[in-house]
C-alpha cells in the first residue's frame, strides 16, 4: 500500500522547543520512511531555503515534496533540485485575484493591531505580521476581511502562538492556500487514499489538518491550547477516530521506548494508524 507522511517541521519533527527528544526517535522515524516506505512531505510556516536549511542542520530525511510558506507554496523534489508546483500557484493566486502579498500589504496598510514581520518572511502568497499586545482577535479578524473582501481577496487568516518568542502571529493566506489544502493537493497529487495519509502536528497553524478528514497525530508536546481546541473540535463526531494524542512511552523496537515529543510522536501516531509498520522496527 503506498503511503504519505505530511510533517509539520518547528516543534513536530524539529526539537527546538522546551520539551526533551527521545535520543533515538529521529533514527526511528528514518528508520520507518526508507522501510515503510513513505512518501514524504513537509508542511512548514518556513520559506523554502529555511525548510532546505532545517534538512541539513537535522539532518532529516530528503522529502518528496516541500509545502512551504504555511501550504502556500508546493516544491516536488527534482533530482537534486526542487520545481515550483505551478498548478498549485494558479490555483492559489486565483483566490488572490492574481495579486502577490504586496496587494495585501497596501489593503492592510493602517489596519490597527497589525505590526508587518520582516521582510525575509513575506512570501508571494503569504503576508506575515506580529499582533499588538493589546489587540481584540474578534475585532482585528473584522477589521482585517472588510478591506480583502472589497477588494474581491478570498483570504483565510490563521493565527498562532510564537512560545519562544510569547506573541501572536497573524499570516494572510489565499483562502484555498493553507496547509489543509496544500496536503489535500499532496495526497492526490501522489496518488495516495486518504487512510493512507498521516498529518502530524503541533500548533495553531496546524490546527485545520488535525481536524480534518486526514488522520492526523497531534505530538506529545503539541501546545495546550491547540490540543483542546482541536478536541472540541472533534468531540461527538466520525472525525474523532481519525486525530491521535502522541502517547508518552512509545515502544519503537530496537530503537527503544520513545517520549511522544517531536518525531517519537510521529512514530506513535504510525503506528497508530498502520500497526503493521511495527514489524520495521526490529
Request: hydrophobic share 40%.
Amino acid at each position: 500500500m503506498k503511503r504519505l507522511l505530511c510533517t509539520d517541521l518547528d516543534r513536530t519533527l524539529l526539537p527546538n522547543g522546551p520539551a526533551p527528544e527521545s535520543p533515538a526517535a529521529r533514527a526511528a522515524l528514518a528508520r520507518l520512511v526508507e522501510a515503510a516506505p513513505l512518501a514524504l512531505a513537509y508542511v512548514s510556516g518556513r520559506s523554502l531555503a529555511l525548510v532546505l536549511d532545517a534538512i541539513e542542520e537535522y539532518a532529516l530525511p530528503v522529502p518528496d515534496v516541500i509545502a512551504a510558506d504555511v501550504g502556500s507554496s508546493v516544491h516536488h523534489r527534482d533530482g537534486v533540485g526542487w520545481r515550483a508546483d505551478t498548478a498549485w500557484e494558479t490555483r492559489v493566486a486565483d483566490h488572490w485575484q492574481g495579486g502577490r502579498q504586496e496587494r495585501i500589504a497596501q489593503l492592510l496598510d493602517g489596519v490597527g493591531g497589525l505590526v508587518p514581520q520582516d521582510g525575509a518572511r513575506q512570501m508571494p502568497f503569504k503576508r506575515s505580521y506580529t499582533l499588538s499586545p493589546d489587540a481584540e482577535r474578534e475585532r482585528l479578524e473584522r477589521d482585517v476581511r472588510t478591506p480583502l473582501e472589497a477588494d474581491g481577496i478570498r483570504a483565510s487568516l490563521v493565527f498562532s502562538h510564537d512560545p519562544e518568542a510569547g506573541m501572536e502571529l497573524l499570516d494572510v493566506l489565499p483562502a484555498g492556500g493553507t496547509k489543509l489544502h496544500a496536503v489535500r493537493h499532496v495526497r492526490d497529487a501522489l496518488g495516495v487514499s486518504n487512510g493512507a495519509t498521516l498529518f502530524s502536528g503541533d500548533s495553531g497553524n496546524d490546527l485545520d489538518v488535525l481536524v480534518s478528514e486526514v488522520p492526523a497525530v497531534l505530538v506529545a508536546n503539541g501546545d495546550e491550547a491547540t490540543r483542546r481546541a482541536a478536541l472540541d473540535a472533534v468531540h461527538g463526531t466520525p472525525r474523532a477516530s481519525g486525530l491521535h494524542l502522541a502517547r508518552d512511552r512509545v515502544d519503537a523496537g530496537r530503537f527503544g521506548i520513545l517520549s511522544g515529543h517531536y518525531a517519537g510522536g510521529i512514530v506513535d501516531g504510525l503506528l497508530h494508524f498502520h500497526p503493521e509498520l511495527a514489524a520495521h522496527l526490529y
